[in-house]
């Protein structure tokens, strides 16, 4: 997807045959992502209680099974946010959003499944 994001003028996303996105990476990404991504990052058992603690700081919450990501125009004002709010995760990453981020709302799924 990075390849893709550097290389092609416009882009097609699919999901079961079926196009449900198109246009440039920048198009796709400003429409179907934030501008930002803030990545959590938990010790075993810890996830479950703080996403209800975090999820209403952003415009969307993922669940993966060893972080969350939380989409947000301002990821090192929502890292702020979250600690202010008692949450500790064990590391933290603030990252642009990617077409990865557009694929996995656009489909439900990640680049591996």
Do not use: H, K, N
């Amino acid at each position: 997807m990075d390849e893709a994001e550097q290389l092609c003028d416009r882009l097609v996303v699919m999901d079961g045959g079926v196009v449900v996105a198109e246009g440039s990476p920048t198009e796709l990404i400003g429409s179907y992502s934030s501008r930002e991504v803030l990545e959590l990052r938990f010790m075993p058992d810890a996830q479950q209680q703080a996403e209800p603690v975090v999820v209403d700081l952003v415009e969307r919450v993922e669940v993966l099974p060893d972080r969350l990501l939380l989409y947000t125009q301002d990821g090192e004002a929502t890292l702020e946010a979250v600690y202010a709010r008692g949450v500790r995760p064990r590391s933290t990453l603030v990252r642009r959003s990617t077409l990865e981020d557009v694929f996995l709302r656009l489909t439900g799924r990640r680049l591996v499944d």
